[in-house]
């Protein structure tokens, strides 16, 4: 079985979390990404959360993690992102300048519960990074007319 257990409990609560961080910059994917992953990493260990899979894509946060029956999941999301945040700014010191008032991530975030559907929803966070990717080469404008070599729009 797939089952947790504490003292007197058994339990399966699984949770696909997405955040982001504050005016949706795209900070997370350049320097601080690596930071960010062993951050989240450490602090889920304390409380005794387990990251079943996640991924920092350049403006958002996929997560899927099991969260003990103990704790709710906004107690958890507000322990992640206010922690995280004062640990950012800690180790990154020139970000305070462009983050006022030590606020890294936004107000909110999205949380949906998995079920069944779990290794559907893993799959997909382990896939975000690379169908964000695949969707910015998408939209890149074209300046060559790949089938002539011709510049395109110019007269």
Partial sequence: MDNSSLAHTMWTCKYHIVFAPKYRRKIIYKKIREDIIHIFKELCKRKGVEIIAGECCPDDVHMLISIPPKYSVS???????????????????????????????????????????AKKIEEYVRNQLKEDLEYDQMSLKEYIDPFTGEPVGKA
């Fill in 75 to 117: 107690e958890v999301m507000g322990y992640l992102k206010g922690k995280s945040s004062l640990m950012v700014f800690e180790r990154h010191a020139n970000l305070k300048y462009k983050y006022g008032n030590r606020h890294f991530w936004c107000r909110g975030y999205y949380v949906d519960t998995v079920g069944k559907n």
